[in-house]
């Protein structure tokens, strides 16, 4: 018995949920030690979590979350070590992960509500990052 397309999507979607809390969790370790001990290798890891995380959603179909996703990681990218204030991006950033493991719970869910609040948020939280 083959699966039918809608149920092969389903099949990745789920293992996108858990795919994804293993590279938060990996991005979210790497910031934590960056704030310990400055060293850029951590931002390097951080954006190889991230960059993985925004393939697997568009593959899923979740382009606003893709999106989200490549907005972090194009500001991580801007080298927060230059920053004046590390407190602050770093408390933006790991912000911005825990509300992305909010949102991979909406979509596994089928929350469509509690989708665009985040993603409404999200967007709102990133464009802090121009600031």
């Known amino acids: 018995m083959s699966m039918s397309d809608d149920e092969f999507l389903e099949s990745l979607r789920q293992d996108f949920v858990t795919e994804s809390q293993d590279l938060l969790e990996n991005a ?6 960056m704030e310990k001990d400055k060293n850029p290798q951590h931002l390097i890891e951080v954006n190889r979590s991230l960059h ?8 899923v179909g979740y382009t606003d979350y893709a999106d989200l996703v490549h907005n972090l990681e194009s500001n991580i990218s801007a080298s927060p070590l230059k920053q004046k204030d590390m407190t602050a991006f770093m408390s933006t950033s790991l912000r911005c992960i ?3 493991r909010q949102l991979t719970e909406f979509h596994a869910n089928k ?10 948020a999200l ?9």
């Open 28 to 33: 979210e370790s790497h910031l934590l030690d």
């Open 52 to 59: 993985s995380l925004k393939g697997s959603a568009r593959a």
């Open 98 to 100: 825990d509300m992305l």
């Open 111 to 120: 929350d469509s509500a509690g989708v665009n609040s985040q993603v409404t």
């Open 123 to 131: 967007r709102d939280l990133l464009a802090t990052y121009a600031k």
